[in-house]
């Protein structure tokens, strides 16, 4: 499907899923993508006359989130994170007036009646970029969004449309035609991504306040964005001590354990950006391991790592280069090297 087309078709069914809602809950996960998209349709939503809230959450806390959120928002919507197995969606569409769903995922997800979802199964896309065209087809004006969603594709949008969009922020905004300024500005959204809840709230709202002039961002005008722009040094060299010492190496996939569980999805991002095939981050929380994968977007890791879990009890969300996984922890080592000879 063409991009226009799928920005159209995206469009009424996001207008379907606002149809009598005043307050949306955005629910998005820790990623460079995932704080460009969320601020990206927070202004969508804005200029329809919806109020948000942003929420940045992990799989194994969707929960807490869908309870917490009930009362003050009547929608929730999900950026690339659709909830793992049944509950969340369902326990999700009984509590909000409407359920929407951005994504570029190629698992199924379940559909209630008040169940939207906007998804494009397609090689080297993020979630930014869909945030992106569909604020486009909103308002042509919002072409000038174009160098925040650019901020989102660190590691994941790598697609003629891609480049085409990353063209566009640099016509528009001369500052960006330096190579170095979106890549700036990608650094500063891993690196608070790396940091934590406090941290991913404090990039949207850098992005946010500099929307108008991308240079508030990368001069140090944006107090904000000077702030997280500052560490963006020293979690390199943390992500750097990490890579160095992997847990897990195999001929195509190499796998480290992370101490936060909110950083895998971060350090597979930056893994498989420089240079390994297949990157596997992990967290041990008993019972639970969380699991994320990152690789080649032309292969579909969402059929891949379904097989690699066997007869395994957990969840699994995936598509075009990514998989996020919960399995039994004492389970999770069987896990990575099953994965290891599929791929």
């Given at each position: 499907m063409?991009?226009?087309?799928?920005?159209?078709?995206?469009?009424?069914l996001?207008?379907s899923?606002?149809?009598?809602?005043?307050?949306?809950?955005?629910?998005?996960p820790?990623?460079?993508?995932?704080?460009?998209?969320?601020v990206?349709?927070?202004e969508v939503?804005?200029?329809?006359g919806i109020?948000s809230?942003?929420i940045?959450?992990?799989?194994?806390?969707?929960?807490?989130?869908?309870e917490?959120?009930?009362g003050?928002?009547?929608?929730?919507?999900?950026?690339?994170l659709?909830p793992?197995?049944?509950?969340p969606?369902?326990?999700?569409?009984?509590?909000?007036?409407?359920?929407?769903?951005l994504?570029h995922?190629?698992?199924?997800v379940?559909?209630?009646?008040n169940?939207?979802?906007?998804?494009l199964?397609?090689?080297?896309?993020?979630?930014s970029?869909?945030?992106?065209?569909?604020?486009?087809?909103v308002?042509?004006?919002n072409?000038?969004?174009?160098?925040?969603?650019?901020?989102?594709?660190?590691?994941?949008?790598t697609?003629?449309?891609c480049?085409?969009?990353?063209?566009?922020?640099?016509?528009?905004?001369?500052e960006?035609l330096?190579?170095?300024?979106?890549?700036?500005?990608?650094?500063a959204?891993?690196?608070a991504?790396?940091?934590?809840?406090?941290?991913?709230?404090?990039a949207?709202?850098?992005l946010r306040?500099?929307f108008d002039d991308p240079?508030?961002?990368?001069?140090?005008?944006?107090?904000t964005?000077?702030?997280?722009?500052?560490k963006?040094?020293?979690?390199?060299?943390?992500i750097?001590?990490?890579?160095?010492?992997?847990?897990?190496?195999?001929?195509?996939l190499?796998g480290?354990?992370?101490q936060?569980?909110?950083?895998?999805?971060?350090?597979?991002?930056?893994?498989?950006e420089?240079?390994?095939?297949?990157?596997?981050s992990y967290?041990?929380?008993?019972?639970?391991?969380?699991?994320?994968?990152?690789?080649?977007?032309?292969?579909?890791?969402?059929p891949?790592?379904?097989?690699?879990?066997?007869?395994?009890?957990?969840?699994v969300f995936?598509?075009?280069?990514f998989?996020?996984l919960?399995?039994?922890?004492?389970?999770m080592?069987?896990?990575?090297?099953s994965?290891?000879?599929?791929l």
């Amino acid at each position: 499907m063409e991009p226009d087309e799928w920005a159209s078709n995206a469009f009424r069914l996001l207008e379907s899923g606002l149809a009598g809602v005043s307050k949306v809950g955005i629910v998005f996960p820790p990623t460079p993508d995932g704080i460009s998209s969320s601020v990206i349709m927070e202004e969508v939503l804005s200029q329809r006359g919806i109020e948000s809230e942003l929420i940045t959450s992990t799989p194994e806390s969707i929960m807490d989130v869908i309870e917490s959120c009930s009362g003050r928002c009547d929608s929730l919507m999900f950026l690339d994170l659709p909830p793992h197995g049944r509950g969340p969606i369902q326990v999700s569409s009984e509590l909000y007036r409407s359920v929407i769903i951005l994504d570029h995922g190629s698992t199924p997800v379940l559909s209630y009646r008040n169940t939207v979802r906007m998804n494009l199964d397609s090689p080297g896309i993020s979630t930014s970029l869909l945030a992106y065209l569909i604020a486009v087809e909103v308002d042509e004006n919002n072409d000038l969004l174009s160098w925040v969603a650019s901020s989102g594709f660190f590691g994941e949008c790598t697609t003629e449309v891609c480049e085409d969009v990353l063209e566009r922020a640099r016509l528009s905004w001369p500052e960006l035609l330096d190579e170095n300024s979106i890549r700036t500005v990608q650094e500063a959204l891993v690196a608070a991504s790396f940091l934590g809840e406090d941290w991913v709230y404090l990039a949207a709202s850098a992005l946010r306040e500099s929307f108008d002039d991308p240079d508030w961002f990368l001069s140090g005008t944006s107090a904000t964005a000077s702030l997280i722009r500052s560490k963006i040094v020293d979690v390199n060299k943390e992500i750097d001590f990490l890579l160095d010492e992997p847990t897990f190496e195999s001929k195509g996939l190499t796998g480290w354990e992370v101490q936060e569980p909110y950083q895998r999805f971060v350090v597979s991002l930056v893994a498989h950006e420089r240079g390994f095939p297949f990157a596997v981050s992990y967290f041990y929380d008993p019972p639970l391991g969380l699991i994320y994968v990152v690789g080649d977007p032309q292969v579909d890791l969402f059929p891949l790592t379904r097989e690699a879990m066997g007869e395994m009890e957990g969840s699994v969300f995936g598509g075009r280069g990514f998989s996020s996984l919960i399995v039994d922890s004492d389970r999770m080592g069987e896990f990575i090297e099953s994965l290891a000879r599929i791929l």
